[in-house]
């Protein structure tokens, strides 16, 4: 993903198996949690990037995100959640 390199300050090739692996994961995590994934065309993708982002910094860097950066990943992924409509639920 362009940028994700940067935003994690990685300018090496070593850890670019990992850092795939962490992405992916970062993806699956929020398909779990009701967030399709979003491609560039998609007005929302710029707050799904930003999640993906925060998501592999606090897996790469076996951190805890900062109360800040917490509540900034909540808040992106109820933004950028899509919840089925009742008509997708079977219902009338």
Excluded: H, W
């Excluded at 970062?26 to 710029?46: C, H, I, Q, R």
């Excluded at 790469?60 to 995100?65: F, I, N, P």
Aim: contains cysteine.
């Amino acid at each position: 993903m362009t940028g994700l390199k940067d935003f994690l300050r990685e300018d090496g090739v070593l850890n670019d198996g990992l850092i795939e692996m962490l992405q992916d994961s970062a993806e699956a995590e929020l398909l779990a949690s009701g967030v399709p994934k979003y491609v560039e065309t998609d007005p929302e993708y710029p707050v799904y990037k930003i999640c993906l982002f925060l998501m592999v910094s606090r897996d790469y860097d076996k951190r805890v995100l900062e109360d800040v950066e917490q509540r900034t990943l909540d808040k992106n992924i109820l933004r950028i959640r899509k919840f089925p409509s009742s008509t997708e639920e079977g219902g009338s």
